[in-house]
């Protein structure tokens, strides 16, 4: 037989990313279906070290080819290199601008809930803050009372050690009644 706890605010997990989860829907630049993906995929490939080497490599095989007089479909002035580098630029562009749109966004609601979980943050250490100072007050009320009653108790004990002396002295003074 297991015993659990049952879940209490001190025991109960801390949802971390609560400020970020409305902001969800901004993950995937372009949306969520098929072409959205492939969209997204291939605007981030624009800028990596593979995609540059690719190009480049392709760029030299074929002024190669033609130069050297291995194949003439495209001699110099590169007309149809031109025009593919041209065809390239018109969808990167757009794909890349609407990237860079859409991060902003993304940065700008993971900013707006990095705010709001400061501010829970500030505003619970408030909360803290103000209860510190609540038990503070209440333990040197504690202390002035303990204190009150500490003189109080070396009162009576005085007075009774006196009533005791006086007391002593009077029996001593009188033995027979």
Known sequence: ???EKPATPESAPVDHLRFHRPHAHLNTTFGNDTFALRAE?????????MFLGAQTLIV??????????VTTFDVYPFILLNLAF????????????LAQTRQAARDKAQADADAQHREALAQANTERQAQAA?????????????????????????RIASLTSELHDHMRQNPQR
């Open 41 to 49: 995929a291939f605007a981030r490939f624009f800028g990596t070290p």
């Open 86 to 97: 041209s065809l390239q630029s018109a969808y990167a562009a757009p794909l890349i601008l």
């Open 134 to 158: 609540k038990n503070t007050a209440q333990l040197l009320e504690l202390l002035e009372q303990n204190t009150r009653l500490t003189e109080m108790t070396k009162n009576l004990t005085e």
């Open 1 to 3: 037989m297991t015993t």
């Open 60 to 69: 030299l095989l074929w002024v190669s080819l033609n130069v050297f007089g």
